[in-house]
């Protein structure tokens, strides 16, 4: 027969150690793999070494052991280390999940040795149903952020231009387009000015008036007055208004 093998997932070194010398004692043919003290190393073991059984603490760093369990279901048999209380294990017994309660109890290891042992046998018990009630969904990775643009295709007159968006100094609404101004010229997006920002680098492109968009880059200097902020622009000639509403991005300035 061959020799049944297991992975320990604790991170709390006397558990871990009582776990293993009980282990020891009441199952000498088992052979502990390995051991991890999180969750996320406790995994890649676990997808590594394919042991038959791994028993896991519920509350580990970073992966707790619900989280692990979802990622290795169907793959080993699965004994939950816990700290909850008995009246919450009712739900442990219900779902045919072994657990084992800290302070670890040898009587109680015992009987899950036991169980196991028939266990064994069998492939490992479907944990999906359990697994929805006690650990929430797991989110889907969150959505990659689109890079910010580099080119615009935008026209000036009867022509098409590629505007690098660096050379733009800043881009200013007219009605349903924007323009985007730059040393070569003024060039005309078929974008308003909202769904462009929304493409646009957000630590390089300040919205500083409703109508407004900066390049950071290009910008020379700010200056206060009793009138009012502004904006000057390296070219020493343009002079762009700040709105009120826009005016706190510049204090720390």
């Given at each position: 027969?061959?020799?049944?093998?297991?992975?320990?997932?604790?991170?709390?070194?006397?558990?871990?150690?009582?776990?293993?010398?009980?282990?020891?004692?009441?199952?000498?043919?088992?052979?502990?793999?390995?051991?991890?003290?999180?969750?996320?190393?406790?995994?890649?073991?676990?997808?590594?070494?394919?042991?038959?059984?791994?028993?896991?603490?519920?509350?580990?760093?970073?992966?707790?052991?619900?989280?692990?369990?979802?990622?290795?279901?169907?793959?080993?048999?699965?004994?939950?280390?816990?700290?909850?209380?008995?009246?919450?294990?009712?739900?442990?017994?219900?779902?045919?999940?072994?657990?084992?309660?800290?302070?670890l109890?040898?009587?109680?290891?015992?009987?899950?040795?036991?169980r196991?042992?028939?266990?064994?046998?069998?492939?490992?018990?479907?944990?999906?149903?359990?697994?929805?009630?006690?650990?929430?969904?797991?989110?889907?990775?969150?959505?990659?952020?689109?890079?910010?643009?580099?080119?615009?295709?935008?026209?000036q007159?009867?022509?098409?231009?590629?505007?690098?968006?660096?050379?733009?100094?800043?881009?200013?609404?007219?009605?349903?387009?924007?323009?985007?101004?730059?040393?070569?010229?003024?060039?005309?997006?078929?974008l308003?000015?909202?769904?462009?920002?929304?493409?646009?680098?957000?630590?390089?492109?300040?919205?500083?008036h409703?109508?407004?968009?900066?390049?950071?880059?290009?910008v020379?200097?700010?200056?206060?007055?009793?009138?009012?902020?502004?904006?000057?622009?390296?070219?020493?000639?343009?002079?762009?208004?700040?709105?009120?509403?826009?005016?706190?991005?510049?204090?720390?300035?």
């Amino acid at each position: 027969m061959k020799t049944p093998t297991a992975l320990l997932i604790e991170d709390e070194p006397l558990p871990r150690q009582r776990l293993r010398e009980g282990l020891a004692e009441l199952w000498p043919q088992l052979q502990l793999l390995a051991e991890a003290e999180d969750g996320e190393r406790g995994l890649a073991l676990a997808l590594e070494l394919r042991p038959d059984i791994v028993f896991v603490d519920i509350r580990l760093p970073g992966l707790d052991g619900l989280q692990l369990a979802r990622r290795i279901k169907g793959l080993c048999h699965i004994v939950f280390v816990t700290a909850y209380d008995a009246h919450a294990l009712t739900a442990f017994d219900q779902g045919a999940v072994d657990y084992l309660l800290k302070p670890l109890a040898t009587e109680r290891l015992r009987e899950t040795v036991q169980r196991l042992q028939q266990r064994l046998q069998l492939p490992p018990a479907e944990l999906a149903r359990w697994l929805q009630q006690w650990a929430p969904p797991e989110l889907p990775p969150a959505p990659v952020a689109a890079a910010p643009l580099r080119w615009l295709q935008a026209s000036q007159g009867d022509r098409l231009h590629l505007v690098m968006v660096a050379d733009v100094s800043h881009f200013r609404s007219d009605n349903k387009y924007t323009c985007a101004v730059t040393p070569e010229g003024e060039f005309l997006l078929r974008l308003s000015l909202r769904e462009l920002l929304a493409q646009l680098d957000p630590d390089q492109f300040w919205q500083i008036h409703r109508a407004v968009v900066i390049n950071l880059a290009q910008v020379a200097r700010v200056e206060r007055s009793l009138t009012g902020m502004e904006v000057l622009l390296k070219d020493n000639r343009t002079r762009l208004p700040v709105s009120q509403s826009f005016q706190p991005r510049f204090k720390p300035m």
